[in-house]
T-cell receptor, first 114, second 111 residues
Framework: DAGVTQSPTHLIKTRGQQVTLRCSPK?????VSWYQQALGQGPQFIFQ???????QRGNFPDRFSGHQFPNYSSELNVNALLLGDSALYLC?????????????FGPGTRLTVT | GIQVEQSPPDLILQEGANSTLRCNFS?????LQWFHQNPWGQLINLFY???GTKQNGRLSATTVATERYSLLYISSSQTTDSGVYFC?????????????FGTGTRLTIIP
């Protein structure tokens, strides 16, 4: 039973560039949430995708966008990168509507913006 | 939004010692999870515990939902227990399944 997978593991980009991060959910899960974790802090919710639509969103600018595919995998896109976007980006999967909606996290993508 | 506070922020213990980590939250919750973040950043699920008590080997957790706190107990600590422990909650609002994380407790186990 494969867990949540993310790619790439590490990424270095320059200010102003665009980046795409990818996530495949745990088998049997249909919901993907994205979190940003800055150094020394807890993860912060970016947005959640279910049935290929953004279901809810945290306090992040429109430069952060996403997509969910029919196979439930998801992408996170960040445009016009800023130095402050440097962080660990975590993807979590769950199954919406289950009585126990435990979230499982992937290993993360560490993004460095120079 | 809901507030989540964890204490202590840092804890340094000798191998074999026991520890108690606390998580306070400001509103009713549907979901509460404890995670261990290893040095590579991976969040490892420890407990899904919106209420009650659970045990898994040397670890156990108790959530008292009516008093809005949860405790994580680690017994006979090992060096592999080192890392940051996060409590995360999902507020009891329909359509709000996002997790709000505390600031974490950094645990260091010394051999």
């Amino acid at each position: 039973d494969a867990g949540v997978t993310q790619s790439p593991t590490h990424l270095i980009k320059t200010r102003g560039q665009q980046v795409t991060l990818r996530c495949s959910p745990k088998s049997g899960h249909d919901t993907v949430s994205w979190y940003q974790q800055a150094l020394g802090q807890g993860p912060q919710f970016i947005f959640q995708y279910y049935e290929e639509e953004e279901r809810q969103r945290g306090n992040f600018p429109d430069r952060f966008s996403g997509h969910q595919f029919p196979n439930y995998s998801s992408e996170l896109n960040v445009n016009a990168l800023l130095l402050g976007d440097s962080a660990l980006y975590l993807c979590a999967s769950s199954s919406l509507g289950r009585a126990q909606d435990e979230q499982y996290f992937g290993p993360g993508t560490r993004l460095t913006v120079t | 939004g809901i507030q989540v506070e964890q204490s202590p922020p840092d804890l340094i213990l000798q191998e074999g010692a026991n520890s108690t980590l606390r998580c306070n939250f400001s509103d009713s919750v549907n979901n509460l999870q404890w995670f261990h973040q290893n040095p590579w950043g991976q969040l490892i699920n420890l407990f899904y515990i919106p209420s009650g008590t659970k045990q898994n080997g040397r670890l156990s957790a108790t959530t008292v939902a009516t008093e809005r706190y949860s405790l994580l107990y680690i017994s006979s600590s090992q060096t592999t227990d080192s890392g940051v422990y996060f409590c995360a909650v999902e507020p009891r609002n329909f359509g709000n399944e996002k997790l709000t994380f505390g600031t974490g407790t950094r645990l260091t186990i010394i051999p």
